[in-house]
């Protein structure tokens, strides 16, 4: 039976991991997500389940290897400069092609910058996040109840890939407290015959490694890595339309951007605008093919982020660089309000960009 409750955004995740079957959890607090690690601290000495606050960033991302490494479904979360400092682990688990859950609810940056929401890890997320040739799955929820919803969709996503899947997300969200949806679901089960469990002598050793010291044998990794990142990018692959089937003009938005995106679609529609929203869910995969089928019908592209500037490259790139793509941005833990990002629509149709 489903149960509904009011939940903030950052217990809503923690919440789902324990539904996603998540009984190992390691971490350090930090500003605006720490409430997960306290709804862990709180909830996993009652399911028997494990919660440690780590010495540091550092420290509880390479727990967080290991017990990936044994098997265990495993989550770390952290915000902005936190998941910087995490970043090694990070690559590490990467090149030893194992699951791991991450959350970054993001702050203001760079350097320390600020406790307010931001989206400005979006380069460090969706192009690696550490160093070498590798992927995250990158999840943008825009609801408390995505925040849910998508936890336990990355759970099983980095199971199936053998990946770390993040959720990425900023301040408002993490914040912001909403009724939400608990579905009763089985949970998915997945063998993991390459884990440190102990062999009884009735199997090979396993290693969990991700040093190669001959070149032939690293490349041959990363290649056979990117064959099963093109899977990813062909089957999973999440986005939202709205307002799309008549649309001439598109605002490209996610997370709490989006939400303020949605508001201003409908006030340019009572203008007469015909402008639609596209909402990346997954951004990693990105949502190419949706992106480029736009194109060809649009005149014109909207970005609204909360950074500089980041993911306008991505849609460039999908777009094949075929339509203007006009940026709406706020930077250092502001937002956008509905009526700078209708201005931005407008400056759009008059072609100015």
Request: with cysteine; proline share 5%; aromatic share 8%.
């Amino acid at each position: 039976m489903a149960e509904r409750v009011l939940m903030k955004g950052n217990e809503a995740i923690a919440e789902a991991a324990i539904r996603a079957g998540c009984r190992h959890y390691f971490g350090y607090p930090i500003t605006p997500q720490t409430e997960i690690a306290a709804y862990m601290a709180k909830k996993m000495p009652k399911i028997g389940g494990v919660f440690l606050q780590a010495e540091s960033e550092i420290a509880s991302i390479n727990m967080v290897y290991g017990a990936s490494a044994a098997g265990m479904r495993v989550m770390t979360s952290s915000s902005s400069p936190g998941i910087s400092l995490k970043a090694e682990g990070l690559s590490y688990l990467a090149g030893s092609d194992i699951p791991a859950f991450v959350v970054n609810v993001q702050r203001g940056g760079p350097g320390l910058g600020g406790i307010q929401p931001s989206q400005a890890d979006y380069f460090q997320a969706t192009k690696g996040g550490g160093h070498g040739d590798y992927r995250m799955i990158v999840l943008a929820p825009a609801s408390v109840q995505e925040m849910a919803s998508l936890t336990i969709k990355g759970f099983d996503l980095a199971d199936k890939y053998n990946m770390t899947a993040m959720i990425l997300a900023d301040g408002t969200i993490g914040q912001m407290m909403e009724p939400i949806t608990f579905e009763d679901e089985e949970i998915r089960q997945y063998d993991k015959p390459w884990a440190l469990t102990g062999h009884e002598g009735k199997r090979p050793h396993n290693v969990v490694n991700s040093l190669y010291l001959k070149p032939e044998e690293l490349e041959r990794k990363n290649f056979e890595r990117y064959e099963r990142y093109k899977l990813v990018e062909e089957n999973e692959a999440m986005w939202e339309e709205y307002m799309m089937e008549d649309a001439e003009y598109c605002v490209v938005a996610f997370g709490i951007a989006s939400r303020v995106a949605k508001n201003a679609v409908v006030a340019a529609r009572e203008k007469g605008i015909k402008v639609g929203l596209i909402r990346p869910i997954t951004l990693w995969p990105f949502p190419k093919k949706v992106l480029e089928q736009a194109a060809e019908k649009v005149r014109g592209f909207v970005c609204v982020e909360l950074s500089m500037g980041q993911m306008i490259e991505d849609v460039r790139l999908a777009t094949n660089c075929k339509r203007h793509v006009g940026l709406v941005c706020r930077s250092g833990g502001m937002v956008p309000s509905p009526d700078e990002v209708l201005a931005g629509i407008e400056n759009a149709v008059k072609g100015v960009y």
